[in-house]
């Protein structure tokens, strides 16, 4: 085997240009996979790790009628907060609308204890401030809306009987974050403030589980663990995964396409080589060995040529992020300005596998037929 | 529809028992005037509402029928787009056809929140038909002049809880017994919308508003008119026109 290794590289090595350029193609495969799923993977950490700090906490104690699917539940969708609902952050939901510049629009008009500290959300501000109805919102509705610090807004909302009644908010701090739907379309204002407007008083829509809550069965309420609500973003990253993986697929495909060619070029071209390796007393199984290990060696070459520019990329990349469009950010899932890629061992090692065996595969195959070979033919160089 | 509506909702008012000021004709004599005037056992109403945007105005015609508060059917006759589309409404219940579709739709919950057609008018405002006697306790508060009329004040303040509204200020023409504007109110105080009503006109010896503006208060603009082009009173409307078989025809 040791000998298939060194004849192989040597042919390799021998071969110049065209090693090379199938090294160049199968090494760019390998950065962009790694690079790919490194950036899904770095998005999924930071989106569940903001997701998590601004919205989910360790969990949602949702009312039975809510469904936060459904807007049209958000009407019928609370109740009382129960009384032993120890370590648990009550959020209230209306809907409401804004006249910004005298333009209508409907948002979700959020209440939140101000004491709070299970989220990220700056509601501190809205227990200091001295405004009538304070409000905080985040920087996508500030900007959508043309709201500044201390701007006033006319908001419109209805009471629990539905009597219409409006009066204005202040904005009293714009908070950046990467979850959109903490931000986009709503407004945050004191559950008190909340209670005092609509006459809900002591009731809310969901309930945000602290650090310390310990589940037990609230009537009327159900519990959504933070797994299970950070599973839409598994599967959401998952699938983009799956739709970028069709493009290294395919950038993989040629490369071992060109593989696969200049196997069958050297089986072709080599065939007195071959009859020779034969006479000299190698079996046709390890001639097939050594060409199948010249073919995989492109792999190794194209690992190594990778590593060589993909390392330092890969540092810069990680250590810069990956710009997003603003576009992008205003989609459900939370989505930061830079994505910082994550690389892990799993993802490199897998990579590194799928190649060689790819590789090895492709190159076995055209290999096979020099089973088949009559040596004596072969060394004469006639065609088989 | 929503003029008949709007109309009846406003008239509604006025079937109010006003406590009578001294000097004040007797509320009853008022509202008995205003009921001789406008009110009618059912009317066709051929009309154009006027939506106004931002670059550009819409103007949607439609042909309605309706009789008394509680039942009402609306066809759209133009712009294409909206060519066909149908409302039914029956006591509390609002029935959409939508030709595009083929498909009836039955508005409720959120849904009625939403805007007609773009213009400032709800489908929940269509669909207010309580008497207002039975939500608001009123009082005429003095006289105004408006469009150089002469006008009761009247103000009305919610006395049940479940009312879109909690205030009601409306100036009634005081020779011609015609609601000539509504302004409603928010708990704050805040104006939410306005309702104006000119054009005033002798139809078959009666008078009546040819015109309608609609308008959200907090919203920039300049509201929603609804203009009639052509009305009949206690016209001969067969019973098929308001139930859900007709939305299809």
Redesign the interface.
């Known amino acids: 085997m040791k000998l298939a290794f060194q004849l192989a590289y040597k042919n390799l090595i021998g071969a110049g240009l065209r090693t090379w350029l199938n090294v160049a193609v199968l090494s760019f495969c390998f950065v962009i996979i790694i690079f790919f799923n490194g950036m899904m993977d770095g998005w999924n950490e930071q989106a569940k790790r903001d997701t998590i700090a601004w919205e989910y906490g360790n969990g949602h104690v949702l009312n039975d009628k809510y469904d936060p699917f459904d807007?049209?539940s958000?009407?019928d969708g609370h109740g009382q907060i129960p009384a032993d609902a120890a370590h648990l952050t009550p959020i209230l939901i209306q809907?409401g609308?804004i006249?910004p510049?005298?333009?209508?629009v409907s948002v979700a008009l959020k209440g939140i204890d101000a004491s709070q500290t299970s989220l990220e959300l700056p509601t501190q501000a809205l227990r200091e401030s001295d405004a009538e109805i304070p409000a905080i919102i985040g920087t996508r509705m500030a900007a959508s809306n043309k709201l500044e610090k201390g701007a006033e807004v006319?908001l419109?909302w209805?009471?629990k009987?539905?009597?219409?009644?409006?009066?204005n908010i202040t904005i009293v701090d714009i908070f950046e974050n990467n979850v959109g739907s903490t931000d986009n379309g709503q407004v945050w204002i004191s559950i008190e403030d909340l209670w005092k407007m609509t006459g809900m008083t002591g009731e809310a829509t969901l309930m945000v589980a602290g650090k310390e809550y310990v589940h037990k069965e609230l009537e009327g309420w159900h519990f959504e663990s933070q797994k299970a609500l950070l599973s839409d973003i598994d599967k959401i990253i998952s699938t983009k995964k799956a739709s970028s993986g069709v493009l290294y697929m395919l950038l993989l495909a040629i490369a071992l396409l060109a593989i696969f060619d200049t196997q069958v070029l050297s089986i072709f071209r080599r065939q007195k080589e071959i009859g020779t390796y034969v006479s000299l007393g190698m079996t046709r199984r390890q001639v097939v060995g050594l060409f199948t290990v010249e073919g995989a060696m492109y792999s190794i070459f194209a690992m190594v040529v990778g590593c060589i520019y993909g390392i330092p990329l890969f540092i810069y990349l990680a250590k810069t992020g990956i710009a997003m469009p603003q576009a992008s950010q205003d989609m459900g899932v939370a989505l930061a300005e830079k994505i910082f890629p994550v690389y892990g061992i799993q993802l490199v090692i897998g990579t590194i596998i799928l190649v060689v065996i790819a590789a090895t595969i492709v190159s076995f195959m055209p290999a096979r037929k020099i089973a088949k070979m009559d040596p004596v033919a072969a060394l004469k160089g006639k065609l088989q | 529809m929503k003029f008949t509506a709007i109309t009846t909702l406003i008239l509604g008012f006025f079937l109010l028992t006003i406590p009578a000021f001294a000097q004040t004709p007797n509320a009853e004599t008022i509202i008995q005037k205003i009921d001789d005037n406008m009110s009618s056992k059912n009317r066709i109403v051929t009309s154009e509402m006027v939506i106004r945007g931002n670059r550009k105005d819409r103007v949607v015609s439609s042909r309605g029928y309706s009789e008394g508060n509680e039942k009402s059917f609306t066809e759209y006759l133009s712009p294409e787009r909206e060519k066909g589309t149908k409302m039914l409404k029956l006591e509390d219940r609002l029935w959409i056809y939508s030709p595009s579709t083929d498909r009836i739709i039955q508005l409720s919950g959120h849904m009625l929140r939403q805007s007609v057609m773009g213009s400032d008018l709800s489908y929940e405002d269509m669909m207010e038909d309580r008497k207002l006697t039975d939500m608001y306790d009123a009082k005429v508060i003095g006289e105004e002049t408006f469009s150089d009329r002469k006008c009761w004040k009247m103000e009305m303040i919610a006395k049940v809880e479940d009312v879109s509204y909690y205030k009601r200020l409306v100036l009634v023409d005081q020779e011609r017994f015609v609601p000539l504007k509504e302004e409603l109110f928010a708990k704050s105080g805040q104006m939410l919308k306005q309702t104006t009503l000119s054009d005033v006109v002798q139809i078959d010896g009666r008078w009546f508003p040819r015109k309608m503006n609609y308008k959200d208060m907090l919203k920039a603009g300049e509201g929603t008119d609804f203009i009639i082009k052509e009305i009949q009173f206690d016209a001969d409307i067969p019973d098929y026109i308001f139930s859900k078989g007709s939305l299809k025809k």
């Open positions: 807007p049209f958000l009407q809907q609308t006249y510049d005298g333009r209508m006319l419109r209805r009471d009987n539905g009597t219409f009644d409006a009066a």
